[in-house]
């Protein structure tokens, strides 16, 4: 529940924001998917999900360094990167749905004449195919993905972005993210921001850290902190 004289309460919220991996949608699955595809190329073994999963919100960077020990910079980098967009593009909805709840969330804010968006550091050429193949593209007010502006979250102009093109101002806005870039990004933008537990954190994450408003343990949650 939210936290007395958190918000606003001159600026009811009006438009929800959403980080996309491990916040609205589950697609650590076909992340882990793809990489296992490209370790198998290399001779390499499976890595189970529960390995993967806690980099699945931080982009191909982390993931490779899961899957292969390799940064930028490292010889081989650039070539891992590309083979293994490519097989994500191509499996980019083979398991991956929406939260548990979130379907309905969604039908709920529509009948409150409530609109949403999803601000994600995720590549356009992927962020775009994706919200389609999930059906949700044409409904969202705003999709800002990581190559959108020149700046990406921590900042908070793809957030402020948002906002415009959803018609609302930084405070009448909801943001919800598993990291701690999403809660930094939405803090400094001026949003009511909250952590979405059931996403991607890892054992070294320190939510307690974060500027977080609140927590949400599940998509149904977010309801509290529009009423």
Known sequence: MPKAGLINTLNKIRTILFDL???????????????????????????PLETIRPAASHGSIALLKVGFQK??????????????????????????TLF???ATLLDTL???????????????????????????????????SGDSLPERKPHPAPLLHACKLAGSQATECLY??????????????GMTTLIAMFGYLS????????????RINQASEILNWLD
């Open 110 to 144: 529509e009948e409150r004449n409530m609109n949403w968006g999803v601000v994600t550091n995720k590549p356009a050429g992927l962020t775009e195919p994706l919200l389609e193949a999930l059906g949700i593209r044409q409904r969202a007010a705003c999709v800002i």
């Open 71 to 96: 940064e930028p910079g490292d010889e081989g980098f650039e070539t891992l990167r590309k083979e293994y967009i490519s097989l994500y593009q191509t499996n980019i909805k083979t398991h991956t």
């Open 176 to 189: 919800i993210g598993d990291a701690e870039r999403d809660i930094v990004a939405g803090h400094a933008a």
């Open 100 to 102: 548990p709840g979130m």
């Open 203 to 214: 054992e070294q994450d320190q939510p307690d850290d974060w500027p977080a408003d609140g």
């Open 21 to 47: 991996d491990g916040t609205l949608a589950d697609t650590a699955p076909d992340l882990a998917y793809a990489l296992n595809l490209l370790r198998a190329q290399y001779g390499l073994d499976e890595l």
